[in-house]
């Protein structure tokens, strides 16, 4: 794993820019997106930068079961408030987490990936090494399924939601095999309470305690950093 250390979330938003930048120069054409507060400082480089995306299909990791593209907790709305509305891409995949049939939801964005393989994916981390929404114990060669969410995954992420009851228990996310198959993959994370995750990511076992911990074994890993995310290694 290559590893960069970043003064701050502006500073890697534009390392990570750079990165998309050379791998598009190269004909990368396929970008395999994330959601959460970190990605945000990259999107804003690529919102004001002049690159075309309009040629380029991007496919995100996942989204909360039973919330329609319209609903502004929604991933799908998250992305279109921070990117696609300001830098359309010739196509956008999200998983379709408002279908009721979600193995049939999952089954189809499997297929969506194998079409449209995956040149360069951004990825964030959860304060216990998830990757997507693939919590502690996900089979390290999982495809796209529906996953249950942790506590520790709703409490954090219930910072979004008016009220805890109100963050989804379920999402349909890319499995950790879907998000390997990606050929350059960017993780992003900032601030001390991701460095523990981040140290047993690089320097723990392999283990499906840590999803993250599953990239030790891609030969084409970024970790862009800050110092406080990076202080335990
Ligand atoms: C969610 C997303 C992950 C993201 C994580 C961390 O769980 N499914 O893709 O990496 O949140 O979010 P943040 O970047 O806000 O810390």
Redesign the pocket.
């Known amino acids: 794993m290559d590893i960069k250390i970043v003064k701050d979330k502006l500073a890697g938003g534009q390392a990570a820019f750079e990165l998309i930048k050379a791998g598009m120069a190269h004909g990368a054409q396929v970008l395999g997106l ?6 945000i400082s990259l999107y804003e480089a690529m919102c004001q930068s002049d690159l075309d995306f309009s040629q380029m299909v991007s496919m995100n ?2 989204e909360y079961v039973g919330l329609t593209p319209d609903n502004d907790q929604s ?1 799908h709305y998250f992305m279109n408030e921070h990117l696609f509305s300001k830098k359309p891409f010739k196509a956008s995949y999200v998983p379709d987490g408002a279908n009721p049939d979600t193995d049939a939801a999952a089954a189809a964005y499997e297929k969506l990936l194998a079409e449209h393989p995956i040149d360069i994916q951004i ?5 216990n090494g ?4 693939n919590e502690p114990g996900s089979d390290l060669d999982g495809k796209t399924q529906k996953v249950a ?1 942790t506590q520790s ?1 709703i409490d ?2 219930s910072r979004f939601f008016a009220d805890e009851k109100d963050v989804p228990r379920f ?1 349909i ?1 890319m499995g950790i095999g879907s998000i390997m198959k990606g050929k350059e993959i960017i993780l ?4 001390a309470d ?1 460095a523990d995750a981040i140290k047993e990511t690089v320097e723990g076992p392999v283990t499906t305690h840590v999803p993250a911990s599953a990239l030790q074994n891609h030969d084409n890993v970024i970790l862009i950093l800050d110092e406080a995310a990076a202080s335990k290694l």
């Open positions: 994330a959601t959460g507060s970190t990605p990791l996942d991933y990825l964030g981390i959860g304060r998830h990757i997507g929404f969410l995954t954090a992420n999402a996310s992003i994370a900032y601030g991701k």
